[in-house]
């Protein structure tokens, strides 16, 4: 299979001894794979479906797992078959900024969909573009000189670890985000466009990130379920596993409350908005009140007719007097009712 096909092409190999070997030939892996003291680890970015389709026969891979590497969309799982455990997680990034000045909406959150075929010698992992960090999940196996020891189930437990950490990164830039709109809430500006803007972008997202998170408990509890045919000896994998699940399931539970927070936002917002709304109108009532008494009183002595002070300088100091008197007396109710 040549490189060209498999697009970018990335090796590694660990031998009983301790020794690592890097980029190693595509030609030699189905040798290493049956050699008991060996572990690899294959990584084809971008891979043509041909080229794809050429490994899976080397490699007895079932078609539909194949097909599920290359086709977009797919959820996150773990299928058990004949030869292999195939596994689909999504690494996550929230992007930070973006002006939403003129109504851009879009979302900010990168999905990185990252397939996996789990062999007992070894794994091959399938990524469309380069957007996931495979160096972290290097850095991570290099940590654990051991690995042969304890199989592939290492190898992919590396790999959901760093996926799970990349979705708390994400869940935690989410939660500052709402935090944000939270204390512009109660600002003497008030919430307006802008605020409602953010909190649709945010939903959004969140609506997102779910459907990559929550599925994760799956994934994690279907690899541990078939953690024993995985090869090699399984005994610290466990405790790995374990701790892996909980992780998952504080991912689940903190992102099912950044939603109650997201709703929360929007429903306290609008709110908001009709507290202010009543207070404006409040406002204005009371203002026109004050307004109707001189016009009221003027239209009074604007009669065509005979009243008392008609034509004489005592009848308009009266109107004055009846307007100033009216007029401060309903502005100091009101100010001390809070309506003004």
Same mark, same amino acid.
Not at 24 to 47: I, K, M, N, Q, Y
Not at 57 to 81: I, Q, Y
Not at 132 to 142: T, Y
Not at 193 to 208: A, C, G, N, S
């Given at each position: 299979?040549?490189?060209?096909?498999?697009?970018?092409?990335?090796?590694?190999?660990?031998?009983?001894?301790?020794?690592?070997?890097?980029?190693?030939?595509?030609?030699?892996?189905?040798?290493?794979? *049956? =050699?008991?003291?060996? !572990? +690899?680890?294959?990584?084809?970015?971008?891979?043509? %479906?041909?080229? /794809? $389709?050429?490994?899976? @026969?080397?490699?007895?891979?079932?078609?539909?797992?194949?097909?599920?590497?290359?086709?977009?969309?797919?959820?996150?799982?773990?299928?058990?078959?004949?030869?292999?455990?195939?596994?689909?997680?999504?690494?996550?990034?929230?992007?930070?900024?973006?002006?939403?000045?003129?109504?851009?909406?879009?979302?900010?959150?990168?999905?990185?969909?990252?397939?996996?075929?789990?062999?007992?010698?070894?794994?091959?992992?399938?990524?469309?573009?380069?957007?996931?960090?495979?160096?972290?999940?290097?850095?991570?196996? *290099? =940590?654990?000189?051991? !690995? +042969?020891?304890?199989?592939?189930?290492?190898?992919? %437990?590396?790999? /959901? $670890?760093?996926?799970? @950490?990349?979705?708390?990164?994400?869940?935690?830039?989410?939660?500052?985000?709402?935090?944000?709109?939270?204390?512009?809430?109660?600002?003497?500006?008030?919430?307006?466009?802008?605020?409602?803007?953010?909190?649709?972008?945010?939903?959004?997202?969140?609506?997102?990130?779910?459907?990559?998170?929550?599925?994760?408990?799956?994934?994690?509890?279907?690899?541990?379920?078939?953690?024993?045919?995985?090869?090699?000896?399984?005994?610290?994998?466990?405790?790995?596993?374990?701790?892996?699940?909980?992780?998952?399931? *504080?991912?689940?539970?903190?992102?099912?409350?950044?939603?109650?927070?997201?709703?929360?936002?929007?429903?306290?917002?609008?709110?908001?908005?009709?507290?202010?709304?009543?207070?404006?109108?409040?406002?204005?009532?009371?203002?026109?009140?004050?307004?109707?008494?001189?016009?009221?009183?003027?239209?009074?002595?604007?009669?065509?007719?005979?009243?008392?002070?008609?034509?004489?300088?005592?009848?308009?100091?009266?109107?004055?007097?009846?307007?100033?008197?009216?007029?401060?007396?309903?502005?100091?109710?009101?100010?001390?009712?809070?309506?003004?």
């Amino acid at each position: 299979m040549s490189e060209a096909a498999a697009g970018s092409i990335r090796t590694m190999l660990w031998r009983q001894s301790g020794e690592v070997v890097e980029g190693f030939p595509l030609e030699a892996l189905s040798d290493h794979l *049956r =050699d008991e003291g060996c !572990l +690899v680890w294959v990584d084809l970015c971008g891979p043509s %479906h041909e080229g /794809l $389709d050429t490994l899976a @026969d080397e490699l007895v891979l079932d078609p539909h797992a194949v097909e599920d590497a290359v086709t977009s969309g797919e959820r996150p799982k773990a299928t058990r078959h004949a030869t292999h455990t195939f596994v689909t997680a999504y690494g996550t990034r929230l992007v930070l900024g973006g002006d939403l000045a003129r109504g851009n909406v879009e979302s900010r959150l990168e999905l990185h969909r990252i397939s996996v075929f789990v062999l007992p010698g070894g794994v091959v992992t399938v990524r469309p573009d380069d957007r996931f960090d495979m160096d972290e999940v290097v850095r991570r196996w *290099r =940590d654990h000189p051991d !690995l +042969v020891k304890q199989g592939s189930g290492a190898l992919l %437990h590396g790999l /959901l $670890d760093v996926v799970v @950490d990349g979705h708390f990164e994400t869940i935690q830039a989410m939660d500052d985000a709402i935090e944000e709109l939270e204390d512009s809430l109660f600002d003497d500006v008030g919430g307006g466009r802008q605020l409602q803007e953010h909190t649709y972008r945010l939903r959004k997202e969140l609506v997102q990130l779910r459907r990559v998170v929550l599925p994760m408990r799956e994934v994690v509890n279907t690899v541990m379920r078939h953690q024993t045919e995985l090869g090699g000896d399984q005994g610290d994998l466990g405790g790995w596993y374990t701790d892996l699940y909980d992780h998952v399931l *504080r991912a689940s539970e903190w992102t099912e409350s950044l939603r109650d927070m997201v709703t929360t936002v929007f429903e306290t917002n609008l709110a908001l908005q009709d507290t202010r709304l009543n207070v404006v109108m409040k406002k204005l009532t009371g203002w026109a009140a004050i307004i109707a008494v001189p016009t009221a009183v003027t239209g009074w002595f604007g009669m065509n007719v005979a009243y008392p002070g008609i034509g004489r300088t005592s009848g308009f100091v009266a109107s004055i007097v009846v307007i100033s008197v009216l007029a401060v007396t309903l502005y100091v109710l009101f100010k001390r009712r809070g309506w003004i």
